[in-house]
């Protein structure tokens, strides 16, 4: 049996890792919190400095694997004012964008 690239073993223990992730939020009721009414609001809105500084740290951790900054940038002129949502915007798409670079 020949040796497998190390790159490829890395990307599949990444593939099953994410996958593991995504399985895990769902049985243990994230999706089912975050949709629900209006919780993921509160926690951006009533947690002070925390929710946005979450909101800017979400999108850095996504946005450089294929998450459009669209996803974020919407409900954040739902939560917050407008010059707000704007900046948060600004400021995680630029994180982002030199992350992923």
């Known amino acids: ?3 497998l690239d190390v790159a490829l073993v890395r990307r599949l223990a990444a593939v ?3 996958a593991a992730l995504i399985a895990l ?3 243990g009721g994230g999706y089912a919190w975050v949709t629900g009414d209006g919780n993921l609001e509160r926690l951006l809105t009533e947690t002070g400095v925390i929710g946005p500084v979450a ?3 979400m999108m850095w ?3 450089p ?3 459009p900054g669209f996803v974020y940038m919407v409900p954040a002129g739902l939560v917050w004012p407008t010059a707000l949502a704007v900046s ?3 400021v995680g798409n630029i994180g982002a964008s030199y992350i992923a670079f």
Do not use: E, Y
Request: glycine content about 4%.
């Open 88 to 90: 948060l915007a600004w």
């Open 16 to 18: 099953v890792a994410a």
């Open 1 to 3: 049996m020949p040796d």
């Open 55 to 57: 909101f800017v740290l």
């Open 25 to 27: 939020f769902f049985l």
């Open 61 to 63: 951790a996504t946005q």
């Open 65 to 67: 694997f294929g998450v």
